[in-house]
């Protein structure tokens, strides 16, 4: 999979019912999810979860080729995570392997399983949330939610405005990082072959331009901002109105309904 391929904060156009709905909805809709996910401890509750999850994929129609692009940059977190999980579980009985002072008992074989499909799952939700929302309604959404805070004078929408901004220049870097790349290694640059310092120290030629891009970029959008008379949220307006509909509250029924569901099955060990 090339560098390119990598579709961390994109956002894919479309005109599903994910796609459609309020962006304050589908945020509250992942909050939902996250707190069903981390009450999640046995494999019933994992089962419906999951199926929760598919379901809104499959309605997204974003597709599988997005998802497992997205998840390419956290794939060593992941793995380690499973890793940490493997060997300090402290399990009863005899362990089933023993190297050195490491030890693997069974309860951390599931442990290890759990945690590297919560944060699948974890990170799949998130992703479905920007892959469905354009950056301006996510930006809008977020402040609306957090409008608020705005009482004891906290920044709200210059902070969901940098989130955004964040999210939108995701794609654009790792464009601008493949050029990079391709332009050095037709000039003879090696980033694969040699060791982890070798491969550190080749990276040098890459991060240079990558910053000078980057910084190159922060300025011209400033500047741009500057000459659109922006000057923050204060008297602002919006070409789109939010304004919740029949499907967003069935919507948020839904991820109440879920949260309660894993509740239950939680109680009961399931």
């Not at 019933?44 to 692009?69: Q, T």
């Not at 030890?103 to 699948?120: D, H, Q």
């Not at 640059?189 to 030629?205: C, H, M, T, Y």
């Amino acid at each position: 999979m090339a560098l390119k391929d990598i579709t961390l904060g994109q956002y894919f156009p479309g005109n599903t019912i994910l796609h459609r709905m309020d962006p304050r909805t589908k945020i509250l809709l992942t909050v939902l999810y996250i707190v069903a996910l981390f009450l999640s401890k046995q494999v019933v509750s994992y089962v419906v979860v999951i199926a929760v999850l598919a379901a809104a994929v499959a309605i997204s129609k974003v597709g599988l080729k997005a998802i497992v692009g997205g998840m390419r940059p956290v794939l060593i977190i992941v793995i380690l995570t499973g890793i940490l999980n493997l060997f300090y579980t402290p399990g009863e009985g005899d362990p089933l392997v023993q190297v050195w002072v490491l030890k693997i008992y069974p309860e951390g074989i599931w442990s290890a399983i759990f945690m590297i499909l919560r944060i699948i799952l974890l990170i799949t939700c998130t992703f479905l949330l920007t892959y469905t929302t354009s950056p301006i309604l996510l930006t809008d959404g977020l402040e609306n939610l957090l409008g608020f805070l705005k009482k004891v004078r906290v920044p709200v929408h210059e902070l969901a405005m940098m989130m955004s901004i964040a999210l939108r220049f995701i794609p654009t870097l790792i464009e601008e990082t493949d050029k990079i790349m391709s332009a050095q290694k037709a000039r003879g640059a090696d980033f694969e072959s040699g060791n982890l310092i070798q491969k550190a120290r080749a990276l040098v030629p890459l991060l240079v331009p990558l910053f000078i891009s980057a910084f190159r970029r922060a300025d011209e959008l400033a500047v741009a901002m500057e000459c659109r008379c922006y000057h923050g949220g204060e008297g602002r307006t919006r070409l789109r109105q939010l304004r919740y509909r029949g499907i967003d509250y069935a919507a948020l029924a839904l991820g109440v309904a879920l949260v309660a569901v894993v509740v239950v099955l939680r109680k009961f060990g399931l």
